[in-house]
């Protein structure tokens, strides 16, 4: 059996290869433990066999010699069209997801939703049929659990930095925002 956070790390390492192949001004994604641990978030929620697919992906993209990083970001800065109603579909229920999370966490959660919807639509561009099949039965599955993808994905980073709950990040970051007021 995968051990799934092995999976993770095996992902974020290559995605981070990736990556340090483009010219980003963002200087904190450039930071290599921020880097990989926000992509070990944003796939933590998701199954061994999409997780699978993807890192295949990834692999596949090495060979061929490209970079879907950098395909991401030229969509995301070209505002390339991005038509697919599966990608449709899968962005729509993720950002209700997010809006859930700026309802209940407003201090922790700051409204970037347009922004939210052209980063996902242009990173699930560069998944294979494959992947993008995967990736939907595990949003479909979540949704009709009654899972937010957003929560579980941002209670793992949360504990991960030390939280017991997203709750107690949110009122910490409130506390913060009350002294330097």
């Known amino acids: 059996m995968v051990d799934k956070e ?10 981070y290869n990736f990556f340090k192949r483009i010219n980003m001004e963002n200087e904190e994604c450039k930071r290599e433990k921020t880097f990989k641990r926000m992509r070990m978030v944003r796939f933590y929620p998701l199954s061994v066999n999409t997780l699978e697919s993807y890192l295949n992906d990834l692999k596949m993209a090495s060979v ?10 030229i969509c995301i800065d070209k505002h ?3 038509e697919n109603p599966l990608i449709d579909r899968i ?35 560069t ?6 099949k ?11 659990n009654g899972t937010n993808m957003a929560e579980v994905s941002y209670t793992y980073l949360f504990e991960k930095i030390g939280y017991n709950s997203l709750q107690e ?7 913060n925002l009350k002294q330097q007021n």
């Open 64 to 73: 061929s010699n490209t970079n879907p990083l950098r395909e991401k970001y």
């Open 127 to 132: 998944f294979s049929k494959e992947t993008l």
């Open 80 to 82: 390339l069209p991005v």
């Open 91 to 125: 962005v729509e229920i993720e950002s209700g997801w997010m809006n859930e999370l700026r309802e209940k966490y407003p201090h922790i959660f700051v409204n970037k939703g347009d922004e939210f919807k052209t980063y996902l639509k242009c990173e699930l561009t």
């Open 134 to 144: 995967l990736y939907h039965e595990d949003v479909a599955n979540m949704k009709d």
């Open 6 to 15: 092995s999976l993770l790390k095996e992902i974020a390492d290559v995605e």
């Open 169 to 175: 990040a949110e009122e910490s970051q409130k506390s």
